[in-house]
């Protein structure tokens, strides 16, 4: 029997830690983020860069992500993400290095830190204390001190505003405050559209959290531009959810991965896809979609589609970021797990 997730006390009994409060105070979240890094000072050189590195793990590293897909088409600058104890052999004196660590004691972005000073690239810190605070205030380093009373995951728009805010302030990327404003009001309604108190025949993330109750989702972003939202997806449904999730997108799946539905005939009502959707710049996007849409749905049934809310870039993004949050937190309660606690990563960290 599926539980109620109209129930308010049933939600409040299983979200004991306050997960589904968090999200709804997101827009809170953004204002107070929206101006984060936009007065730190940085030395001359730092507009000397040819590259542009950001180091996280897991809740911080989503940060870069979304980045690279946002500023595909506006950077003259390549953006590469970095989720390794090591950094890549180009990194020089001429590479910016975003280290992002909500913690500030993640360990593999600590290792980050110190090759970054060995290749003396120019270093700007996101954190909210630990080890990286300090050793930012020990060598004088930039960094962006974020508050520190939230769970990584929960805390997307204070570790992605300060680097997007270091961006414009080196004049890697134009003015945003105009696309800012309009993710505060676009996400500002939506809290009150997908909420608590919205019930499920008018709130999406609820009524797309029913659908895959019992399913195993697979995310397909209709561009490449999608990868990071569909990361982000998934490791909310990982981390959130507790459950196994995959990704892709278009148009690389039709050239694989579209073959692999034909040959799980035993398993296919265990899946469901969710289209992750996108503006498609040509008509041979629109049909290639299409296309897959149709074979998909002939072999495991219909598939789901979340849409972007928004005109700018930016808002589209933090529009499809915060639905995939809260159907991943709307679908834990359904198996009436508590989103909050995470005993296998905890375990693993305890005993390294």
């Known amino acids: ?33 929206r101006q984060l890094g936009s007065g730190l000072k940085l030395p001359a050189d730092y507009k000397k860069i040819n590259k542009i ?41 001429r590479t910016l290095v975003f280290l992002v660590t909500y913690s500030g004691n993640t360990r593999e972005t600590l290792y980050n830190y ?18 990286m605070l300090n050793e930012a205030e020990r060598k004088k380093i930039p960094y962006v001190k974020v508050r520190a009373d939230g769970l990584p995951r929960a805390s997307i728009g204070l570790l992605f505003f300060p680097v997007l805010n270091v961006l414009q302030r080196l004049g890697i990327i134009p003015d945003k405050q105009r696309d800012i404003q309009e993710t505060l009001q676009v996400i500002t309604r939506l809290s009150r559209q997908w909420g ?54 278009f148009p690389e799946i039709t050239h694989n991965e579209i ?28 049909k290639r979609l299409a296309l897959s849409v149709r074979l998909i749905e002939k072999y495991i049934g219909k598939t789901e589609t979340a849409v972007p809310v928004g005109t700018s870039v930016l808002a589209r993004v933090f529009s499809m970021i915060y639905l995939g949050d809260l159907v991943s937190i709307y679908l834990a309660l359904l198996y009436a797990t508590d989103p909050s606690l995470m005993p296998n990563i905890d375990y693993i960290k305890k005993h390294l």
């Open 259 to 286: 073959e692999c539905w034909q040959s799980l005939t035993p398993l296919h009502k265990s899946f469901k896809v969710i289209i992750l959707q996108d503006t498609l710049p040509y008509p041979e996007d629109k």
């Open 1 to 33: 029997m599926v539980l109620n997730i109209d129930d308010l006390k049933l939600i409040n009994k299983i979200d004991q830690h306050g997960m589904l409060a968090e999200l709804e105070r997101f827009p809170g979240q953004l204002r107070e983020a």
């Open 114 to 131: 110190r090759d970054a000073r060995a290749k003396k690239a120019k270093i700007i810190a996101v954190t909210s204390g630990g080890k």
């Open 53 to 93: 590195l950001i180091c996280g793990m897991g809740g911080s590293a989503i940060v870069g992500d979304l980045l690279l897909g946002y500023l595909k088409l506006e950077s003259d600058l390549p953006v590469l993400v970095n989720r390794d104890s090591r950094l890549p052999a180009f990194v020089d004196n």
């Open 196 to 249: 608590r108190y919205s019930r499920v025949k008018q709130n999406r993330a609820k009524s797309l959290a029913l659908s895959l109750f019992g399913k195993i989702p697979v995310l397909y972003g209709a561009t490449s531009m999608m990868d990071g939202i569909c990361r982000r997806w998934k490791g909310m449904f990982n981390e959130n959810t507790k459950l196994f999730s995959s990704y892709n997108t």
